[in-house]
């Protein structure tokens, strides 16, 4: 197979609507690149407190779906998240250029960019193609696209919480796709799908073991725990955990697939996954420190240690599986606390139906 690679279009900003760019059906996706370029303006008081949100701007794009044949979704996230999810899986964070929209103070006409990528092959496999996504024989294939408010970039003013006396302004914001596809797929060969989707879970409440029942019947590959309190990544949402006190359970009835205490889960992700020190809005002045962190509100639950998808959880003969966590309610006034859930399912293709001769 030979690679393509070609910019495929563009898609612009209209406030809290839904925008679709139909994508080429013609040869095997390995992955979609998007940069969001955008020029912002803030007005502040001196009320106002807070800062941006974690990869602001970012959330200028509310949710990324990615469909077939009109019905069948097969990713479906938020950009801000996506742009983590790639530093985990790629040991670095992807592109990001928006020191100006630091603090809460007037800016005005910033421009920014950020990079994130959509994928299809299995990253940290040893056969990658074995999930490309092969559009030849689909009906049709889109990238759909949910925008957001420029307030929305803001973590006082998430949706909720109440809000701030800031105003933010979209003068213009873009979304620019590229894509990397292989040509001359062999007839006849089939690929799983690289399925991602996040299901959330609100906390109102203290609670030892706050379940999240996960869907059965297909293969995981990973599940990434976010947790975030007034639309800031926090730890404190699960407490540090060591010494076996509630930690972090994936189990099917009595059969346990994971246990791992939550800060010590963090810290080992940071080693597993090749993490560089992961920055924060709030960190843009900073030029020196001597700790390296752990990516906080993220918590990566991997199955595939060695590449080999054949070591992904097989769901197929589970009658259930179930998240258990101990948590805590750390908004108390609007109880905007979120766990959600971001879980990369492989589907297996469909068997070949015999014909009798």
Not at 190 to 198: L, S
Not at 233 to 258: D, H, M, Y
Request: with cysteine; proline share 4%.
């Amino acid at each position: 197979m030979k690679i393509l690679e070609r910019e495929i279009g563009s898609i612009e900003y209209a406030e809290n609507q839904t925008r679709t760019l139909p994508l080429p059906r013609n040869y095997a996706y390995r992955c979609l690149d998007l940069i969001l370029v955008c020029k912002l303006t803030r007005a502040a008081t001196a009320a106002d407190g807070g800062g941006p949100c974690d990869s602001a701007p970012a959330q200028l794009i509310k949710n990324i779906v990615i469909r077939a044949n009109g019905r069948d979704v097969i990713k479906n996230y938020d950009l801000e998240s996506l742009h983590r999810l790639n530093q985990q899986r790629h040991g670095t964070r992807p592109f990001i250029d928006a020191e100006d929209w630091s603090g809460y103070a007037d800016a005005a006409d910033k421009v920014m960019q950020i990079h994130a990528r959509i994928e299809f092959e299995m990253w940290d496999a040893i056969r990658p193609i074995d999930t490309l996504l092969d559009s030849a024989g689909l009906a049709t294939l889109e990238l759909i696209v949910t925008w957001g408010t420029g307030l929305d970039t803001m973590d006082e003013d998430w949706p909720g919480s109440g809000g701030s006396a800031e105003s933010v302004t979209v003068t213009e914001a873009t979304l620019y796709v590229a894509s990397v596809e292989s040509v001359g797929v062999p007839p006849g060969t089939m690929f799983m799908t690289n399925k991602e989707y996040v299901i959330r879970s609100q906390v109102t409440a203290t609670s030892n073991r706050h379940q999240i029942f996960l869907p059965v019947s297909n293969l995981f590959r990973s599940i990434v725990l976010k947790t975030h309190s007034r639309g800031d990544q926090v730890n404190t949402i699960i407490p540090w955990g060591l010494n076996n006190q509630n930690p972090i359970t994936i189990a099917s009835g009595t059969e346990v697939f994971k246990y791992r205490a939550a800060g010590f889960l963090q810290a080992c992700n940071r080693l597993d996954k090749a993490m560089e020190v992961p920055e924060l809005m709030a960190d843009a002045a900073l030029t020196h420190r001597l700790l390296e962190r752990r990516l906080e509100g993220y918590y990566i639950l991997e199955f595939v240690k060695d590449g080999r998808l054949t070591e992904c959880l097989d769901t197929s003969k589970l009658s259930s599986l179930e998240l258990t966590l101990d948590v805590v309610a750390v908004d108390a006034v609007d109880h905007l606390d979120f766990i959600d859930v971001y879980l990369t399912e492989l589907i297996r293709p469909p068997e070949p139906v015999a014909v009798a001769v």
